[in-house]
């Protein structure tokens, strides 16, 4: 994995030596070219775009997936311009390139970065076959707004986990080096704080205290640049009034100065033309100015650097030698991803899309992705031999483009296997199947031909009902302000609940939704974000029992929306809430004082508790943590400390646990929140196998930037936690005192 730490000045170095031999031999024209990247989607190259690569006037084209016109494009750029620089490619390659993965949420539900390196890979070798040479992930905004359409592209609400993931996205794609077959650039984005969107509608405000940018928003984004990110995105969003792409404090102070970030910052798509929309600007000159002195090295498809930056050059308004570093960033990269020796592609180098690999690896994704929620009188597993009907419900059983979710230009449909396919497929000619589909999407309110499924349902030994919503439903610009089941989903949960026939819902969504008007209506509940193309054979597994469900939320579930954003690494208040210490709305008297109820941090209808928490996920077997214990009891700063309990499975099956460690810190310089998840661990158990989870704290591991916004561990009492999700309450105590 390439490293960021900066090359000695006395030892040569080669890719610097050649950045400073190119940038020696180009003209201002030239230079500029390279920090503009150009929306390439049409298919053969279009003159305009064939005379600005001949001129040296683009450096990377975007959007553009087929080989062959990709290689005419490096030709172009190779064997036609002056300098023969080639271009930057990229696309976004998500969640999977022709074989799609789960959705990046579902990702992080599996909490198993071994996969999510190995889903990226396969990723990137796919989109390499194709030509492309960078991609426009992994997105790490941490997320704590369901209604945010973007959720699905995140890691989900945790710092921890979140950064985790980010680093195994970035392996997987990047390889060990940058210019091995197969590997291509990552972007880490959205810098920064996109996440925190108003109403977690698209685009909107942000407003994130510098601590709390620091604590919460920044700490996946400087795991990425350890790691090596090739680049880094700009938000669209504002943050404390200066948008993403003119924000010298987050790109200069944090990014170059504190982290010493090698690479490239793109500008989101138009975002520098936008600038003067947030009414930053009043022109597009402007913009240029803002964006390139806050540290912008790319425009993302669009005209401003190339229409304004040579004359605020030769107005003396900036440096020639702001010009250069940027340019020096990007061809840095390009020498790193060995494109001037192999500009070209030769697709018979890669193994070809959907292949045997790439498909078990989505297979094994999508089946660690899949929480169970609920499992009432171990409805699930279903067992084939107990059985002699099922049937099938709803808009989702059967919808190959729907399961794959949002992000998905390249992925191949026709490879996608649906649940209603899996399942027939397994059951054979052993179990009837009846399928109906109900709803024709999931938004219908049309409930006409509830009545045969309804039938169905009463006739057959379980319902399976697939419900959810399409995957128009999330991703960027698909904000939703009411996160219930949509259309007259409910309804139908009813309808069928009403047979008597025992229920089992599995959902996929984009984004955790509002389910307490269902959860009580159902026997079992599987959730399953979009589990890209290998759906169904992974939930027709878990349905069957041939694997035990292990996912674990990766953000919380509320109750209601008006409780977003919940998240259970909360600070405490001054005044937290108690189950004796609230009260519902419903159980207050007729003439009650102002002063009777509640007086702590909870809604008087929805209490202070998500419907599932964070780190919340079920298991065929029964897991049992016990046992729980310090290595030492004070730790000095600047030592480790081992937290280790025991963890049994008591049941008669093996499966997958993932053991989470969670901390606080009593009392710091700044507030802290009352939980915070420190590590994890996915671990197979054997049926009445024993094991001992232990977890190495270093102090570093319990820094934070406290009241003066530097990082350290501070001396005091803590509390660390280990169990199967964040509400886990086995308990012990450490302290870390002053080193010396
Ligand atoms: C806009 C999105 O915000 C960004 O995430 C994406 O990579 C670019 N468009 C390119 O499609």
Redesign the pocket.
């Known amino acids: 994995m390439t490293k960021t730490t900066a090359v000695p000045s006395n030892v040569p170095n080669p890719v610097e030596q050649r950045v400073a031999d190119l940038l020696a031999r180009m003209t201002l024209t030239e230079k500029v070219g390279q920090m503009r990247q150009v929306n390439a989607s049409e298919g053969h190259p279009p003159d305009y775009l064939a005379a600005l690569i001949r001129a040296g006037s683009v450096g990377a084209v975007?959007?553009q997936a087929d080989v062959h016109v990709i290689n005419e494009l490096q030709r172009l750029a190779v064997e036609e311009s002056r300098l023969g620089i080639p271009l930057l490619v990229g696309r976004?390659v998500i969640h999977g390139f022709r074989t799609i993965f789960p959705i990046p949420l579902g990702q992080a539900a599996t909490w198993n970065p071994e996969l999510v390196r190995e889903g990226a890979r396969v990723a990137a070798l796919e989109a390499a076959a194709a030509g492309i040479n960078w991609t426009?992930a992994p997105?790490i905004d941490i997320a704590r707004d369901p209604r945010w359409g973007r959720i699905a592209e995140s890691f989900g609400e945790d710092v921890f986990l979140t950064a985790a993931l980010a680093v195994a996205m970035v392996e997987g794609l990047q390889g060990d080096d940058l210019s091995s077959p197969g590997s291509i650039a990552a972007c880490a984005?959205?810098f920064a704080g996109y996440g925190a969107v108003e109403s977690g509608c698209d685009y909107a405000t942000t407003n994130i205290p510098e601590n709390q940018l620091r604590n919460v928003y920044l700490p996946p984004f400087k795991a990425a640049v350890e790691v090596g990110v090739a680049t880094l995105?700009t938000s669209?969003s504002d943050i404390d009034g200066v948008p993403g792409t003119a924000n010298a404090f987050l790109l200069r102070q944090i990014l170059r100065n504190e982290w010493g970030f090698p690479g490239v910052v793109v500008s989101?798509?138009d975002s520098v033309h936008q600038l003067q929309i947030h009414g930053l600007t009043e022109n597009d000159g402007e913009s240029a100015f803002e964006a390139v002195t806050a540290g912008v090295d790319m425009e993302?498809a669009g005209d401003v650097y190339a229409n304004h930056l040579a004359a605020l050059v030769e107005s003396g308004r900036i440096a020639i030698g702001m010009i250069d570093a940027a340019v020096a960033n990007v061809l840095r990269t390009k020498f790193q991803l060995g494109l001037f020796e192999h500009p070209y592609v030769e697709p018979a180098a890669h193994p070809s899309p959907g292949s045997e690999h790439a498909l078990l690896a989505a297979k094994r994704m999508a089946a660690q992705s899949v929480v169970m929620l609920k499992n009432d009188s171990r409805t699930l597993p279903l067992s084939i031999q107990q059985l002699s009907s099922v049937a099938i419900i709803g808009p989702l059983a059967d919808a190959p483009y729907e399961q794959l979710g949002t992000w998905i230009f390249d992925g191949d449909v026709a490879l996608s296997v649906t649940p209603l396919e899996a399942i027939r497929t397994l059951l054979g000619d052993a179990v009837e199947v009846r399928h109906l589909r109900a709803m024709e999407n999931s938004r219908s309110r049309e409930t006409e031909a509830f009545n045969e499924a309804v039938e169905a349902a009463h006739a057959c030994d379980v319902a399976i009902l697939f419900l959810g919503e399409e995957s128009i439903l999330s991703g960027?610009a698909h904000s939703r302000a009411d996160i219930h089941l949509p259309g007259d989903q409910a309804k139908l949960v009813q309808r069928i609940r009403e047979t008597g026939t025992p229920v089992v819902a599995v959902i996929m969504a984009g984004r955790p939704l509002t389910l307490a008007n269902i959860v009580d209506d159902v026997d079992a509940l599987l959730f399953a974000w979009h589990p890209g193309t290998m759906a169904g054979p992974a939930i027709a597994d878990l349905l069957f029992g041939r694997e035990s469900p292990s996912g674990k939320l990766p953000v919380s579930f509320p109750r209601m929306v008006g409780q977003v954003p919940i998240y259970y690494s909360h600070k405490n208040s001054g005044k937290p809430p108690s189950p004796d210490n609230i009260v519902h709305i419903d159980d207050i008297d007729t003439f009650a004082e102002q002063t009777s109820v509640g007086m702590t941090s909870f809604h008087l209808d929805a209490g202070y508790t998500p419907l599932f928490a964070f780190g919340h996920g079920l298991s065929y077997a029964e897991f049992e943590y016990d046992h729980i214990r310090t290595g030492a009891h004070t730790v000095s700063i600047g030592d480790a400390v081992t937290i280790s309990a025991e963890l049994t499975n008591k049941s008669d099956i093996a499966a997958d646990e993932v053991a989470q460690l969670y901390v606080r810190d009593l009392a710091g310089s700044v507030t802290r929140p009352i939980r915070q998840l420190a590590g994890f661990q996915r671990l197979r158990l054997e049926p009445g196998q024993t094991v001992t989870v232990a977890f190495r704290l270093h102090t570093d591991d319990l820094a934070f930037y406290g009241r003066d916004q530097n990082l350290a561990a501070e001396p005091g009492e803590f509390h660390a936690w280990i169990g199967g999700s964040s509400e886990t309450e086995l308990r012990t105590e450490f302290r870390i005192v002053a080193s010396g």
Do not use: A, G, L
């Open positions: 975007i959007n976004d426009f997105m984005k959205h995105m669209f989101d798509w993302m960027e």
